[in-house]
């Protein structure tokens, strides 16, 4: 049996018992999957946050002889704070373990998906991906009137005058809505902030649309300076680290058997899904509308 067969035998987290001839040889990059919007997880609603993430991430910075460790990443983005917490989580660990980080971009990286590539030292994308973004978007649904129509009274009671702002069942109030483009202006701050740190004399910044949260296709990405190349993942990292070279995919880890045959559900008639679930599902397609997807 050939010392490549003999590791591929045992889990990544007990090649340390083998000595070191039996283990394999070739260069070793784990790779870590981002894939989908960031924020919330609920069942019907599939995402990306720091409590599904941290674990990952630090089994793929804790492969022993890595060389490296990929990000692929293909989100619409999300909520700015986990975006922002996933970002600090990778560059401390790339510190901590002295590994660079490269990212690849499938579909997009676009908003706090390109937060979540800043993260990396280098950035590759397809010709035809989606890149950028840099903004900051809310949305949501006015029914007051909608309730107005079906003689519905809305009763909110509040210790706060502002506990209430932006309810979606009572008329907008211009007061919140300037309260709301503030706070806004304040996570963009940051955004803009990190990107030039992290991209710092690639970026294009005499382009006026550069942080406004636009987005453009992989060619024109580069051009800016918001990416370093054009490529896959297999074709990058052959030509960086030789032919040779295992990818190799950190898996979230699976519950246990017994926590899966009890957290199992049933199928849930469409009369009865939650409305918020469905609302999560709603959102969830028109982030990746507003990139065209």
């Given amino acids: 049996m050939s010392n490549t067969s003999l590791s591929?035998?045992?889990p990544e987290r007990l090649l340390f018992l083998l000595p070191k001839r039996f283990?394999?040889?070739?260069?070793?990059?784990?790779?870590?999957r981002f894939s989908g919007p960031i924020g919330a997880v609920m069942p019907l609603r599939s995402g990306l946050a720091m409590s599904n993430m941290a674990a990952v991430l630090e089994r793929a910075f804790s492969v022993q002889g890595a060389k490296a460790v990929a990000l692929v990443i293909?989100?619409?983005?999300g909520s700015a704070a986990q975006s922002h917490l996933m970002f600090r989580r990778i560059r401390a660990l790339a510190e901590e373990k002295n590994l660079p980080v490269l990212a690849f971009v499938e579909d997009a990286a676009a908003s706090g998906?390109?937060?979540?590539?800043?993260?990396?030292?280098?950035i590759f994308a397809d010709p035809a991906s989606i890149v950028g973004s840099i903004g900051v978007v809310s949305a949501s649904f006015g029914f007051d009137r909608l309730i107005e129509r079906f003689g519905i009274e809305?009763?909110?009671?509040?210790?706060g005058t502002n506990k209430a702002m932006l309810d979606p069942f009572q008329p907008?109030?211009?007061?919140?809505?300037?309260?709301?483009?503030?706070?806004?202006?304040?996570?963009?701050?940051?955004?803009?902030?990190?990107?030039?740190?992290?991209?710092?004399?690639?970026?294009d910044q005499a382009n006026g649309d550069l942080f406004t949260g636009a987005f453009w296709v992989g060619q024109?990405?580069?051009?800016?300076?918001?990416?370093?190349?054009?490529?896959?993942?297999?074709?990058?990292?052959?030509?960086?680290?030789g032919e040779k070279v295992q990818l190799r995919i950190i898996e979230p880890a699976r519950p246990p058997l017994l926590g899966r045959l009890l957290g199992r559900r049933s199928p849930v008639p469409s009369s009865?899904?939650?409305?918020a679930e469905m609302l999560g599902a709603l959102e969830e397609r028109a982030s990746w509308s507003r990139l065209g997807l």
Avoid: W
Avoid at 113 to 122: L, Q, R, V
Avoid at 154 to 159: E, F, G, K, L, S
Avoid at 180 to 191: A, G, W
């Fill in 154 to 159: 809305r009763r909110v009671y509040t210790a």
């Fill in 74 to 77: 293909n989100s619409p983005g």
């Fill in 172 to 203: 907008e109030k211009p007061e919140d809505v300037e309260r709301l483009k503030s706070l806004q202006r304040n996570i963009h701050d940051v955004f803009v902030s990190l990107v030039k740190s992290r991209r710092g004399e690639k970026l």
């Fill in 272 to 275: 009865v899904l939650d409305p």
């Fill in 220 to 241: 024109e990405a580069k051009a800016l300076g918001l990416i370093d190349g054009l490529g896959d993942i297999r074709t990058i990292m052959r030509a960086r680290f």
């Fill in 23 to 32: 283990r394999a040889q070739h260069p070793v990059v784990p790779v870590v």
């Fill in 113 to 122: 998906g390109y937060m979540i590539a800043c993260a990396a030292d280098e």
């Fill in 8 to 10: 591929k035998l045992l």
